[in-house]
């Protein structure tokens, strides 16, 4: 079932319908649910437990303050920006990595997929030692008066190195699963592999490319470690949100929970968005 | 779908009433260790183990005195965990099992109640004033606060909340200076780092900082520093398992043979 056929349809109709069409249940090992929900316990006790954290009484005070503001502000733009480049540049990363049986490009995409199990500190070093002042590029730049250390560029550049892994892995999957017959048709019938690129692989792997946009985009939200090593700490310059949270614990651990929160909440808001759309596009 | 469901939600409580019974467990650990101290101290002179939750500016210093202890004091072993300052006191607050705390100003200690801490704590040790960090050779030629002021001189401090950052507000204010960081790092070692790597030109870091860096940054000491001086005390905690031994610590960290440690690092000795 597409969304076409059924004229405009609303996401609530297209849900039920789906629901209706849907086969019997595969029944689950009946001890499944044991470690399910201790594994989902695990991560929604402590986020409900720094809820009850929250005073209330001072919430807007604190969340509003030009600092927290600031950084709000700071933080969805670079994380906009971080994965607006992560597409661009991820996309056909991805396209590729699925593409080649190259032994050299399977090396490529482990060293490309690195960030995903490197501490993001250590991101954070890598960068600095590419594009820091003293750097392999940066001393060039800075010969040239391009400075990058201590500016938004750099907590983008930051974000984009930590979280384009995110979305080149999860595209990668997408592109992988579908397997390339309709390409192989649209090639037959006359298509150029621009063509087919446009209009044949990039709507078959639209859902993938949509989740790996969330989960970079999430990533780059809440980037600390490689951001702090490499970017600095600077009010309205590179002073996201984690890192405002991260200052205010030293003084002000209320402050610090309030702001915690407005992640989360634009983290849930974030993933919730995007997944309904998701699911409207699969559907 | 609906017996999973009952079965989901079964687990769900069941778990949680294991959580529940879990946290209570480990409050009777807690205060089954603070009743335990006047067991094993044996009556020689105290020995064992004791766990110090010290500043991260303490960390060469601390260990070194760590190691002359053991040394002085055969039987017994010095534990470390260095961090920031505001860091230790909320780990104290959180009942961390340590038996003495050493904080890098007297504002963070204070955070800490009279409750967390034993009778007569804390003191001071030591005393630090801050210094300009610049790269070896000072080729900026930086001879004052005032010269960082500079359009094209990168400079980075501590943000205001962490002590080195207080510090650093402290003597803008007694020199009358105006400085504008481009970046406000989270600790003194942060700032020390983005100088020694060649990032920032210049950081304002303690004379410790400056002198532990053995020779990767230059100090350029200015006169407002003198002003400010950051104090550090060292405490017993309360809940120290075996109160003696710490006492006995902190005792050796504030006595002529610990004082020389600290002054070989830079540091002062406080008014007594």
Known sequence: MTAQDGGPTTGRDQRQRRRRTTRPRLPVPWWLPVPAALGGLFVVVPVLAMVGRVDWGSFVALVTSPASTTALGLSLGTAAATTGIAFVLGYPLAVLFSRSTARWVGVLRALVLLPLVLPPVVGGLALLAAFGRLGLLGAFLDEHGLRIAFTTTAVVMAQVFVSMPFLVSSVEGALRVGGDRYERVAATLGAGPTRTFLTVTTPRVLPGIVSGLVLCGARALGEFGATLTFAGSLQGVTRTLPLEVYLQREVDPDTAVALALVLVVVAVVVIGVTSLRTRAVVA | ?272
């Open chain 2, 1 to 272: 779908m609906k017996p999973l469901l009952r079965v989901a939600v079964l687990v769900a409580v069941a778990s949680l009433a294991v959580a529940g019974c879990s946290t209570q467990a480990a409050t009777i650990g807690g205060s089954a260790r603070t009743a335990d101290p006047a067991g094993p101290t044996p009556s020689t002179g105290p020995t064992g183990t004791i766990t110090v939750l010290a500043a991260a500016s303490l960390q060469r210093t601390f260990t070194t005195l760590g190691e002359r202890y053991e040394q002085t004091h055969p039987g017994t072993t010095v534990q470390f965990s260095f961090a920031g300052s505001s860091d230790l006191v909320t780990q104290v607050r959180n009942g961390a099992p340590a038996d003495v705390v050493a904080t890098a100003d007297e504002a963070t200690i204070r955070k800490l109640s009279a409750g967390d801490l034993a009778d007569g704590w804390p003191q001071d040790f030591a005393t630090n004033t801050l210094e300009i960090a610049v790269a070896p050779g000072n080729p900026l030629r930086i001879h004052d606060l005032r010269d960082l002021t500079a359009r094209d001189v990168q400079l980075v401090t501590c943000a205001a909340p962490v002590p080195c950052g207080a510090a650093t507000a402290a003597v803008e204010r007694a020199a009358g200076v105006d400085l504008h960081p481009v970046s406000e790092e989270q600790s003194v070692t942060d700032v020390l780092g983005k100088v020694e790597s060649g990032q920032a030109d210049a950081g304002l870091v303690y004379v410790t900082d400056v002198r532990g860096a053995a020779g990767r940054v230059d100090g350029v000491r200015f006169a407002a520093a003198a002003k400010v001086v950051n104090t550090y005390p060292i405490a017993v905690l309360h809940d120290a398992a075996d109160p003696a031994l710490a006492a006995s610590f902190a005792a050796y960290v504030r006595s002529d043979a610990g004082r020389r440690v600290l002054t070989d690092a830079g540091f002062g000795t406080p008014a007594r």
